[in-house]
């Protein structure tokens, strides 16, 4: 158990549907973290939270929206995504402030998108 | 971006040591040097980070060079489990960004 929950697992959706991920974590951590991870390819950051307020964007397409309601859950909400969106979506959270240096992050499992 | 340079992929023996190595000659004074690795089906597992002086935790050592430029990720006896893809990153004042990372392999 990571501490990090994510839902779902698994997500299959057309390119006209809206759906939404869930992240939620009960570690007392003040900042969270949306990762995209295709195949073949490192980990891109895409965005980040501290303290509930969005403090980096990382150049992600509109169609991918971000919801922080309070500390402990993160939100993904995507409509009208493309089949090369299609890979796991990984949140992360860190107790400390995300520019900090001795920052550690805890992944979630990780929500397997597949965009028909 | 702070670089780091990994081998794509290693082998070792089940129990024995293992040396990763990472390559970052362009770290600056305050970069920490973090490790992290993702095993099959799962999202990455922070594995241990250091500054300047060597670490030791339950799950592996971090050797840091004395002019910080190369580090690397000791597992003193591999096993099974341990086969996964290892990231090493330089963390300042920024966003952690991985790299491809070493896949490592570990042979029963």
């Known amino acids: 158990e990571t501490g990090v929950t994510q839902t779902p697992r698994h997500l299959v959706m057309g390119m006209t549907n809206k759906k939404s991920l869930k992240c939620e974590q009960h570690l007392g951590h003040n900042a969270m973290y949306w990762y995209k991870q295709s195949a073949k390819k490192p980990l891109e950051l895409m965005f980040v939270y501290s303290l509930e307020e969005r403090v980096e964007n990382n150049s992600v397409p509109s169609r991918f929206s971000p919801e922080c309601p309070n500390s402990s859950h993160l939100f993904l909400h995507l409509h009208t995504l493309q089949p090369e969106d299609s890979a796991l979506y990984l949140c992360a959270s860190s107790l400390l402030g995300w520019s900090a240096g001795a920052n550690v992050l805890t992944f979630g499992a990780g929500s397997r998108l597949t965009v028909l | 971006d702070a670089k780091t340079t990994q081998p794509n992929s290693m082998e070792s023996n089940e129990e024995e040591p293992v040396h990763l190595p990472c390559n970052h000659s362009t770290i600056s004074g305050t970069d920490y040097i973090h490790w992290y690795r993702q095993l099959p089906s799962q999202g990455p597992e922070y594995v241990i980070h250091?500054?300047?002086s060597n670490v030791n935790n339950r799950m592996a050592s971090l050797a840091i060079a004395e002019d910080r430029k190369s580090s690397t990720l000791i597992l003193h006896r591999a096993t099974l489990r341990d086969a996964a893809v290892y990231y090493c990153?330089?963390?300042?004042?920024?966003?952690?960004?991985f790299g491809k990372g070493t896949r490592l392999h570990i042979l029963p």
């Open positions: 990153i330089l963390l300042r004042d920024d966003k952690i960004i």
């Open positions: 250091g500054l300047t």
